[in-house]
């Protein structure tokens, strides 16, 4: 009988799937590369928001976030810019397993609370100040070689830990950028002839990229000299897509879409499978559940992908998934079809490519013929039936949530869009048209911790 495995979570910044084995060129990763060629790779894992905090909040727990309250940024002072939290009491998963008897470590850096001794760690290190350095990839990746050595005894242990790369600055960190494979831009981003400004952006990406896979080769390397590799479940993932236009802040798949493998030897997870079924990482904690046998205090909005994992079943559970960038926009996916619903009508798209984008109340996308989301099929009366049909499972997704957007603006830290506008009305019209949902009679309601 297998013993309860140690359990190991990365967490990357920023990055999507910027790396070699999801077929990016330019990037040198063969740390991560040779991971995933040992593992099971999954090629359509999404998160459920194109922002840091809510899309890790329903990683760690296994439900919306609009259920476990982390909609937004998490850091800073409560009830400031970046004062989104987890409700009271949310189970984080270093709590759910601290009760079932395990250590419970973090390393690094991370982006869930406000208050990181709220997560149930029971050991933490991180740098601040002169140590901040510890927090790239590879000064991480030794404190974390550091906890491997100091192992005793046979309690199995959690370890969690992340990274600054690949956020940006590129160069906050004194990364050199790279380009020695030349440079590469996804084809979504819909960018054909990238200027200086864009190239040194993605230098400076790649940079990091490489940062990166050398603090997780260390971390993989001291797990097997430790003798800890066999019976240790390793999972490699990222937050949301990278800083490139059409991805992070965006409910496109550049925005959405991440890099997800898992990696436990003793527990049938090896070997170097490719799963390509559609998951959203609300499903990695009901996974979790069932890979190591921990009960869990409270019901997981995700679906279990443990058979996935392990080469047992061939289809996924999950029909639809859903991601949302907390009042401006909410997307839901199924194999063929995504819809996006922007609540506002325009937001501004950071540096490289800085501008102003304008979005239509409605975006419609067969994946199937389209997977670069180009045409908008939501105004054309050919594709009505599979609009409705798309709205009726955002409407009962956000119904079923109780999310604070179908009653008004939402207002919040770093979210704050006053009494509701002329876009917001439209917006709200056209969502109670296609979805059949009447006008609600409840004052608004403006959410934040």
Same mark, same amino acid.
């Given at each position: 009988?297998?013993?309860?495995?140690?359990?190991?979570?990365?967490?990357?910044?920023?990055?999507?799937?910027?790396?070699?084995?999801?077929?990016?060129?330019?990037?040198?990763?063969?740390?991560?590369?040779?991971?995933?060629?040992?593992?099971?790779?999954?090629?359509?894992?999404?998160?459920?928001?194109?922002?840091?905090?809510?899309?890790?909040?329903?990683?760690?727990?296994?439900?919306?976030?609009?259920?476990?309250?982390?909609?937004?940024?998490?850091?800073?002072?409560?009830?400031?810019?970046?004062?989104?939290?987890?409700?009271?009491?949310?189970?984080?998963?270093?709590?759910?397993?601290?009760?079932?008897?395990?250590?419970?470590?973090?390393?690094?850096?991370?982006?869930?609370?406000?208050?990181?001794?709220?997560?149930?760690?029971?050991?933490?290190?991180?740098?601040?100040?002169?140590?901040?350095?510890?927090?790239?990839?590879?000064?991480?990746?030794?404190?974390?070689?550091?906890?491997?050595?100091?192992?005793?005894?046979?309690?199995?242990?959690?370890?969690?830990?992340?990274?600054?790369?690949?956020?940006?600055?590129?160069?906050?960190?004194?990364?050199?950028?790279?380009?020695?494979?030349?440079?590469?831009?996804?084809?979504?981003?819909?960018?054909?002839?990238?200027?200086?400004?864009?190239?040194?952006?993605?230098?400076?990406?790649?940079?990091?990229?490489?940062?990166?896979?050398?603090?997780?080769?260390?971390?993989?390397?001291?797990?097997?000299?430790?003798?800890?590799?066999?019976?240790?479940?390793?999972?490699?993932?990222?937050?949301?897509?990278?800083?490139?236009?059409?991805?992070?802040?965006?409910?496109?798949?550049?925005?959405?879409?991440?890099?997800?493998?898992?990696?436990?030897?003793?527990?049938?997870?090896?070997?170097?499978?490719?799963?390509?079924?559609?998951?959203?990482?609300?499903?990695?904690?009901?996974?979790?559940?069932?890979?190591?046998?921990?009960?869990?205090? $409270?019901?997981?909005?995700?679906? !279990?992908?443990?058979?996935? *994992? %392990?080469?047992?079943?061939?289809?996924?559970? /999950?029909? =639809? #998934?859903?991601?949302?960038?907390?009042?401006?926009?909410?997307?839901?996916?199924?194999?063929?079809?995504?819809?996006?619903?922007?609540?506002?009508?325009?937001?501004?798209?950071?540096?490289?490519?800085?501008?102003?984008?304008?979005?239509?109340?409605?975006?419609?996308?067969?994946?199937?013929?389209?997977?670069?989301?180009? $045409?908008?099929?939501?105004?054309? !009366?050919?594709?009505?039936? *599979? %609009?409705?049909?798309?709205?009726?499972?955002? /409407?009962? =997704? #956000?119904?079923?949530?109780?999310?604070?957007?179908?009653?008004?603006?939402?207002?919040?830290?770093?979210?704050?869009?006053?009494?509701?506008?002329?876009?917001?009305?439209?917006?709200?019209?056209?969502?109670?048209?296609?979805?059949?949902?009447?006008?609600?009679?409840?004052?608004?309601?403006?959410?934040?911790?």
């Amino acid at each position: 009988m297998i013993n309860r495995p140690n359990v190991v979570v990365i967490v990357s910044h920023d990055t999507g799937r910027h790396f070699g084995c999801y077929g990016v060129p330019t990037v040198q990763t063969p740390a991560i590369d040779a991971f995933a060629a040992d593992g099971c790779r999954f090629t359509r894992m999404y998160g459920t928001s194109p922002i840091c905090s809510p899309s890790r909040g329903s990683l760690m727990t296994g439900r919306w976030p609009q259920r476990n309250g982390l909609m937004g940024l998490a850091g800073g002072k409560r009830g400031g810019a970046f004062g989104w939290d987890f409700n009271d009491p949310e189970q984080h998963l270093s709590h759910v397993l601290r009760k079932a008897g395990y250590e419970t470590a973090m390393i690094g850096y991370h982006h869930e609370a406000i208050d990181l001794g709220t997560l149930g760690f029971d050991h933490v290190v991180r740098g601040a100040g002169e140590q901040a350095k510890f927090h790239t990839a590879p000064g991480v990746g030794e404190r974390c070689a550091e906890f491997f050595r100091q192992r005793r005894g046979d309690r199995p242990f959690y370890l969690q830990t992340g990274f600054l790369e690949t956020h940006t600055p590129y160069n906050g960190q004194g990364i050199p950028p790279d380009s020695a494979k030349g440079l590469w831009l996804p084809p979504w981003c819909r960018v054909e002839n990238p200027d200086d400004a864009m190239q040194a952006h993605v230098a400076g990406l790649q940079g990091s990229v490489r940062s990166l896979d050398t603090g997780v080769g260390i971390i993989l390397e001291s797990l097997r000299a430790s003798g800890l590799e066999d019976n240790t479940l390793v999972v490699f993932t990222v937050d949301h897509g990278p800083e490139l236009p059409r991805g992070k802040w965006t409910g496109y798949d550049g925005g959405i879409g991440v890099a997800f493998v898992m990696r436990w030897p003793a527990g049938g997870i090896s070997g170097g499978r490719t799963c390509d079924a559609m998951l959203s990482n609300v499903d990695f904690l009901p996974t979790l559940k069932e890979l190591t046998g921990t009960p869990l205090t $409270h019901a997981p909005d995700g679906v !279990s992908f443990a058979g996935l *994992a %392990r080469g047992t079943e061939v289809e996924s559970q /999950r029909h =639809w #998934l859903g991601a949302m960038f907390v009042g401006l926009h909410y997307e839901v996916r199924t194999e063929r079809y995504k819809l996006i619903h922007n609540f506002r009508g325009s937001y501004h798209q950071p540096p490289p490519g800085a501008t102003e984008h304008t979005n239509p109340v409605a975006e419609l996308y067969d994946l199937d013929s389209d997977p670069l989301e180009i $045409h908008n099929l939501a105004y054309e !009366s050919a594709h009505a039936g *599979a %609009r409705r049909e798309m709205s009726g499972i955002l /409407r009962n =997704w #956000l119904e079923s949530v109780d999310d604070p957007i179908l009653r008004g603006p939402v207002s919040g830290p770093g979210v704050t869009f006053g009494d509701p506008d002329d876009r917001y009305r439209e917006s709200l019209a056209e969502y109670r048209e296609w979805t059949g949902c009447q006008a609600s009679n409840s004052k608004d309601r403006r959410r934040g911790p």
